[in-house]
């Protein structure tokens, strides 16, 4: 019984059966990474990604997400920004949570990738664009031909606020087409955004 109270402490937040080792995993857990830094372009603006999609990152994620182990969400927190400040990437004006719908939220939960970035922006010291919403409940767009596809996203967004020529931080949790982070860039920029850096825990796309 005791050890079963103490067991949180120091163990690794996935396969919780080992001491951790960097951003709440074990080594045997971070070892099942692939680890990429990544950086390649959406249109014309700059995308890092960390991981490579790679099977016990979709687990990771899946678990995170759809089986509530929110506590993950300090290792994808602690990924993200030990990879920002190492590479200098800290001058921004605001810093955008890839947005979900209020329907997809309600039906998780939480917000998944806002819970992340709630928990680093401060420490960063870069303001939050919560004003940034999604406000239309679209498909996932794999499951859509290329037309689907930006019809799909027409109007999903909406922005009140004045960002005229601030530099913006989007962060997400997996790129695939690029499609929908492309698409929030393109509205970003159409209210004045002079530059949007994306930045992703992983991708499907692989450039090395
Ligand atoms: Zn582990």
Same mark, same amino acid.
């Given at each position: 019984m005791i050890d079963f109270l103490f067991l949180?402490?120091?163990?690794?937040?996935?396969?919780?059966?080992e001491e951790i080792y960097k951003y709440h995993l074990c080594q045997k857990c971070l070892d099942k990474l692939d680890y990429r830094g990544n950086s390649f372009k959406l249109s014309d603006n700059i995308c890092y990604s +960390?991981?490579?999609?790679n099977d016990f990152m979709k687990k990771l994620i899946a678990d995170y997400?759809?089986?509530?182990?929110?506590?993950?969400k300090d290792v994808f927190s602690d990924m993200l920004y030990s990879f920002l400040v190492d590479n200098d990437l800290?001058?921004?004006?605001y810093i955008l949570a890839s947005p979900s719908s209020r329907k997809t939220v309600n039906k998780r939960g939480f917000d998944h990738i806002k819970l992340i970035v709630d928990s680093f922006s401060d420490k960063l010291e870069i303001k939050k664009?919560?004003?940034?919403?999604?406000?239309k409940n679209t498909k996932?767009?794999?499951? +859509?031909?290329r037309f689907e596809r930006s019809e799909n996203l027409k109007g999903a967004f909406s922005l009140d606020k004045d960002i005229n020529g601030s530099r913006i931080l989007l962060i997400d949790d997996l790129i695939t087409t690029g499609n929908t982070a492309l698409e929030i860039i393109k509205e970003l920029k159409k209210r004045g955004a002079s530059e949007v850096v994306t930045l992703a825990i992983c991708s499907e796309r692989s450039v090395n």
């Open positions: 949180d402490v120091g163990i690794c937040y996935s396969c919780k059966k +960390l991981y490579f999609y997400k759809f089986n509530r182990n929110t506590c993950l800290t001058d921004f004006d664009l919560d004003e940034f919403k999604k406000v996932s767009q794999h499951t +859509l031909n």
